[in-house]
């Protein structure tokens, strides 16, 4: 099996399934009982295979792991209950006291106030304009275990210097982590730029209902563990390629316990399948969107990497296979952003992205408001920035509300 959605179909499949069921059934248990009780040590201690305990692992859990380890070309993936935690417990696992890292200054919002959290907790963190590999180059200390980039930034929609950035970090040894949530494996493959590993908020496009909650790490075998100086003893056997990941579940999932539930896997799991379909639908009615507002005389500026004004407009179309669901766009200044959203009729007002339904946000006064106007100013982020994740609606009925509602704010 060679195609993308062909392989997520039937990834299931290639393991026995109970009772002959085409998909991974909800296993919704804490726990697994043994007969022999050396059996249930062995599998504590690692020397056999089994299941200990649902904050570690759970067969419809493992089921989803192994999917997104297919969709991103890697070779092992911890799901979490979050996005977010995803990438705490990542840092948690990987870093230590005194330790350095280098993240491009264009962030989630939540990811930012996470990092700036690490910061006073005695890891340092430089944020830099990632759209120029010199410039994280420019931070690199000796101290510096990692480095953090986002594909597409959200809301702005700058691109890293992925390529670049990706040999500084195999040069450096440093952990590159590739934030893939806003291109999805459909779109982007982190292991073409030599990333160490790649993190998936799994609620956003994978999922794609916006009916579950959930996280993934996914290692991509491009980065030296051993000479990563903060494995532990512990984890520092078997295949140096995972060792970095079986840390990341001990010392991250096992210990910070942000485990996702059978349920939510498997919602998310089933959701997957649709993810290419989804995307292509999804990219194309941003494209329409981004061009009609580009021309409309009440819209500033478009944030869009479709769009050949676009500063990394290039980079989008050599790295990625279509542009992306998200865009953005300042309205002028004669325009009340309120009336605008609030006239809208088939967009929804919410704060989640890379849902079926298409999702308008004002990002100034939501997601981005605890940060500050000083900090938005620096990420560009104006009062009147309007962010939208386009859906899988007609395009027309899109356009068209877009347009009633701009000719009536």
């Given at each position: 099996?060679?195609?993308?959605?062909?392989?997520?179909?039937h990834?299931?499949?290639?393991k026995?399934?109970?009772?002959?069921?085409?998909?991974?059934?909800?296993?919704?248990?804490?726990a697994?009982?043994?007969?022999?009780?050396?059996?249930?040590?062995?599998?504590?201690?690692?020397?056999?295979?089994?299941?200990t305990?649902?904050?570690?692992?759970?067969?419809?859990?493992?089921?989803?792991?192994?999917?997104?380890?297919?969709?991103?070309?890697?070779?092992?993936?911890?799901?979490?209950?979050?996005?977010?935690?995803?990438?705490?417990?990542?840092?948690?696992?990987?870093?230590?006291?005194?330790?350095?890292?280098?993240?491009?200054?264009?962030?989630?919002?939540?990811?930012n106030?996470?990092?700036n959290?690490?910061?006073?907790?005695g890891?340092?963190?430089?944020?830099?304009?990632?759209?120029?590999?010199?410039?994280?180059?420019?931070?690199?200390?000796?101290?510096?275990?990692?480095?953090f980039?986002?594909?597409?930034?959200?809301?702005?929609?700058?691109?890293?210097?992925?390529?670049?950035?990706?040999?500084?970090?195999?040069?450096?040894?440093?952990?590159?982590?590739?934030?893939?949530?806003?291109?999805?494996?459909?779109?982007?493959c982190?292991?073409?730029v030599?990333?160490?590993?790649?993190?998936?908020?799994?609620t956003?496009?994978?999922?794609?209902?916006?009916?579950?909650l959930?996280?993934?790490?996914?290692?991509?075998?491009?980065?030296?563990?051993?000479?990563?100086?903060?494995?532990?003893?512990?984890?520092?056997?078997?295949?140096?390629?995972?060792?970095?990941?079986?840390?990341?579940?001990?010392?991250?999932?096992?210990?910070?316990?942000?485990?996702?539930?059978?349920e939510?896997?498997?919602?998310?799991?089933?959701g997957?399948?649709?993810?290419?379909?989804?995307?292509?639908?999804?990219?194309?009615?941003?494209?329409?969107?981004?061009?009609?507002?580009?021309?409309?005389?009440?819209?500033?500026?478009?944030?869009?990497?479709?769009?050949?004004?676009?500063?990394?407009?290039?980079?989008?179309?050599?790295?990625?296979?279509?542009?992306?669901?998200?865009?953005?766009?300042?309205?002028?200044?004669?325009?009340?952003i309120?009336?605008?959203?609030?006239?809208?009729?088939?967009?929804?007002?919410?704060?989640?992205?890379?849902?079926?339904?298409?999702?308008?946000?004002?990002?100034?006064?939501?997601?981005?408001?605890?940060?500050?106007?000083?900090?938005?100013?620096?990420?560009?982020?104006?009062?009147?920035?309007?962010?939208?994740?386009?859906?899988?609606?007609?395009?027309?009925?899109?356009?068209?509300?877009?347009?009633?509602?701009?000719?009536?704010?």
């Amino acid at each position: 099996m060679t195609g993308f959605t062909t392989k997520i179909v039937h990834q299931d499949r290639q393991k026995t399934i109970e009772h002959g069921s085409l998909l991974k059934p909800v296993h919704a248990t804490v726990a697994y009982g043994y007969e022999d009780a050396k059996e249930l040590a062995a599998v504590f201690q690692g020397k056999q295979s089994g299941y200990t305990y649902g904050r570690q692992i759970n067969p419809t859990v493992g089921a989803l792991e192994e999917k997104i380890s297919v969709m991103e070309q890697g070779l092992s993936t911890v799901a979490f209950a979050t996005g977010m935690a995803a990438i705490g417990t990542t840092l948690f696992a990987l870093l230590r006291e005194g330790d350095h890292m280098v993240s491009s200054s264009f962030l989630f919002g939540n990811t930012n106030s996470l990092f700036n959290s690490f910061s006073t907790h005695g890891i340092s963190v430089s944020f830099v304009d990632a759209t120029d590999a010199k410039a994280v180059a420019a931070e690199v200390r000796d101290n510096t275990r990692l480095v953090f980039v986002e594909t597409i930034a959200n809301p702005r929609t700058q691109i890293a210097d992925l390529a670049a950035i990706g040999q500084l970090c195999q040069e450096r040894g440093l952990v590159y982590v590739v934030d893939n949530t806003m291109t999805s494996p459909y779109l982007f493959c982190p292991k073409a730029v030599q990333a160490s590993v790649a993190l998936n908020s799994l609620t956003k496009y994978i999922c794609g209902h916006g009916n579950a909650l959930g996280g993934a790490v996914t290692e991509l075998g491009s980065f030296d563990w051993g000479a990563f100086v903060n494995i532990d003893p512990l984890y520092r056997k078997g295949d140096p390629q995972l060792w970095g990941i079986t840390q990341i579940r001990k010392k991250g999932l096992r210990d910070f316990g942000a485990a996702i539930g059978p349920e939510a896997a498997n919602r998310i799991a089933t959701g997957a399948e649709t993810l290419a379909l989804r995307m292509t639908r999804q990219c194309a009615n941003a494209m329409a969107v981004a061009q009609m507002l580009q021309a409309h005389p009440k819209v500033r500026t478009v944030y869009y990497p479709g769009l050949e004004q676009h500063p990394q407009h290039e980079r989008a179309r050599e790295h990625f296979r279509l542009f992306g669901g998200l865009l953005s766009f300042e309205l002028t200044a004669e325009v009340d952003i309120w009336t605008f959203l609030n006239r809208l009729e088939i967009i929804v007002k919410s704060s989640n992205l890379g849902d079926n339904r298409t999702l308008a946000i004002p990002v100034a006064h939501t997601i981005y408001h605890e940060m500050g106007a000083e900090r938005r100013a620096s990420m560009g982020i104006a009062d009147n920035l309007v962010r939208f994740s386009v859906g899988i609606e007609e395009q027309e009925d899109l356009l068209a509300d877009i347009q009633q509602a701009l000719s009536s704010a």
